[in-house]
């Protein structure tokens, strides 16, 4: 329980779940989220495992069933883990990261936003 409070304490925004059809992007990435928040967000997507994972990057956030569009978003890499191949032969896995906004522009700050509160029902603090 005390591991839990100080993991909760960490966070300094709420995790927000979306639905299946926003998906994050980039010139190499194509996956779903997993949680998003002002600060950041979690998602997943296929790789081959010998591919590293980039610290610092950009994503873009689309969603398909109204248009909305996010590009250019600056992240650095928190967290990334992967699982087992998907086969036992085979080098594709499921790979997890968790992104946090770096320097978005005050554009952006305000579109985040504004998708957020369209988009999202807030999760559990723990995911």
């Known amino acids: 329980m005390e591991n839990q409070t100080r993991l909760e304490e960490r966070r300094k925004h709420k995790r927000y779940q979306l639905s299946d059809d926003i998906l994050v992007f980039n010139e190499t990435t194509f996956g779903q989220i997993i949680n998003i928040s002002k600060g950041g967000l979690a998602f997943r997507y296929l790789t081959n495992k010998e591919i590293t994972q980039d610290m610092l990057l950009e994503l873009g956030i689309l969603n398909s069933s109204n248009g909305f569009y996010l590009e250019n978003i600056p992240c650095k890499t928190v967290t990334s883990t992967d699982s087992a191949p998907i086969h036992p032969t085979g080098s594709t896995i499921v790979r997890r990261n968790g992104v946090m906004f ?26």
């Open 102 to 127: 770096d320097n978005l522009t005050p554009e952006q700050i305000e579109k985040l936003e504004t998708f957020l509160a369209e988009n999202s029902a807030e999760t559990a603090q723990l995911n």
